[in-house]
């Protein structure tokens, strides 16, 4: 693509004389030779916030407890966003086989990679056996016993850390809390000592070497993370009061992006709970970072089809739906909504809508917003995380077209979906 549209050396999302850009390259550019529904990655933001996280923590431990971060690429999956995290030197969190085979397509290391899936099954545990992956984090009795009969099989020996469940409530929304007694993720501390002791005693094909906690996603408050290092800094030293080995700690991720008007974790702070309370156990610290790498990195494009007027509302009907966005249905997330091109005119309250045959399928109500007419490009904002990665064909919809913008570099990541391709795998059978 040319950019017809150069604006000097800027990184990220921002207004140039009022076209809004991606690094170096005009939106509207974008939108003109790629199509709509269509997200949009900023490299130059992903290396910004992985940079942030490493330096603060940098800044807060000794020298020699480097954090092992772990990019949870369930956020976002793309094999180029995976490419450009390795090469900064990042780990991989991973939470299914499919994720396994992305990550080693983009040319991570198994060294690198933790596998923390809920209901691990046998087919993915013997994949992330042979391709050699650091570490699996433990949701269950059973699972362990599936890791150590299957590396038994391999004749191998898999590292574990077992999940604790600290009985926490953390995360930005009910849907994305994961530490509470009552949610299906993590073990009681009793059953963590149980289970420690089932392992270094009776399953010769695992090695236990710690813990691990995800409390849950977009927490904004540093505290919230101290009593879960208050947990995990206690199980450590009850287990090894009992004689067991504890060398590795994986703290999780969650940490918050903005959306709208959020105020962000403070990494001050959380650096300095970790350097008081997790490095004194003089552990092999783990993070598990998702939407804060990607989550401010990536925008959604879509095109105004319709401005529809009815008694009492005024829609405003996009090419995107909840099939490509699913979160503010999911989540009731907040997403800032803005044309792409500024324009004075005064705003106009609208319900911003999706074509999807659901009435769930609403990005905005009562949104203020510049006037738009059809044809139209708006942006949704901080759409890099949980966005393309839960998009779906719902309503027969094809998948959206992804592109990585770095400077001046342009590139289609991810080719639009075709209606065909959409049905590639379908059969009808010939007794039909
Ligand atoms: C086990 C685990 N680790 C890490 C993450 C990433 O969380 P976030 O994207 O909020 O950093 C999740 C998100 O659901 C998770 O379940």
């Known amino acids: 693509m040319t950019n017809t549209h150069q604006t ?5 999302f921002y207004s140039h004389n009022g076209a809004m ?17 269509c997200y949009v990655y900023s490299a130059s933001v992903i290396r910004k916030q992985y940079k942030a996280l490493e330096n603060a923590l940098k800044h807060a431990l000794p020298k020699n407890n480097k954090p092992l971060l772990c990019y949870a690429c369930k956020a976002n999956s793309n094999i180029a966003i995976l490419k450009l995290l390795k090469d900064l030197g990042s780990g991989l969190e991973i939470v299914s086989q499919g994720e396994l085979v992305r990550s080693i397509k983009a040319g991570f290391n198994g060294n690198t990679i933790i596998s923390t899936s809920f209901g691990k099954n046998a087919s993915e545990i013997r994949a992330c056996l042979k391709a050699g992956i650091l570490q699996f984090n433990v949701e269950a009795s059973d699972e362990m016993e599936m890791i150590n009969t299957i590396a038994r099989e391999l004749g191998k020996k898999a590292q ?24 299906k993720f993590g073990n009681s501390a009793e059953d963590v000592l149980a289970l420690y002791k089932l392992a270094t005693q009776d399953m010769h094909n695992l090695n236990p070497v710690g813990l691990s906690m995800h409390i ?7 505290e919230t993370f101290k009593p879960g290092f208050e947990k995990l800094s206690e199980m450590t030293k009850t287990l090894r009061a009992q004689g067991f080995k504890v060398t590795h700690m994986d703290i999780g991720g969650g940490f918050p992006i903005i959306y709208n008007n959020e105020t962000l974790l403070d990494f001050d702070d959380y650096a300095g709970w970790v350097r008081d309370i997790i490095a004194p156990l003089g552990v092999q610290i783990q993070m598990e970072p998702g939407r804060y790498m990607v989550g401010n990195a990536g925008i959604l494009l879509s095109r105004v089809e319709y401005i529809k007027t009815t008694p009492s509302r005024k829609f405003m009907v996009l090419d995107a739906g909840m099939n490509d966005l699913i979160r503010p249905a999911l989540y009731d997330s907040y997403h800032a909504i803005k044309p792409i091109k500024e324009n004075s005119s005064p705003t106009q309250t ?83």
Request: hydrophobic share 35%.
């Open 350 to 432: 609208y319900d911003i809508v999706g074509p999807i045959c659901e009435s769930g399928d609403i990005f905005a109500k009562n949104r203020e917003c510049s006037n738009v007419t059809s044809g139209d490009i708006v942006a949704l904002m901080s759409a890099g995380a949980y966005g393309f990665s839960m998009a779906s064909n719902y309503n027969s919809s094809p998948l959206p077209v992804e592109i990585m913008v770095d400077g001046d570099n342009v590139a289609v990541i991810n080719k639009a979906q075709t209606i065909e391709e959409m049905m590639e795998r379908e059969t009808i059978p010939d007794w039909l």
């Open 216 to 222: 849950g996603s977009q927490v904004s408050q540093a």
């Open 160 to 183: 574990i850390a077992f999940r604790l469940n600290p009985d926490i409530s953390g995360g930005g929304h009910n849907k994305i809390s994961t530490g509470r007694k009552e949610d």
């Open 21 to 37: 850009c991606a690094d170096n390259v005009a939106l509207s550019d974008i939108a003109e030779n790629y199509g709509t529904p």
């Open 8 to 12: 000097g050396h800027q990184t990220g």
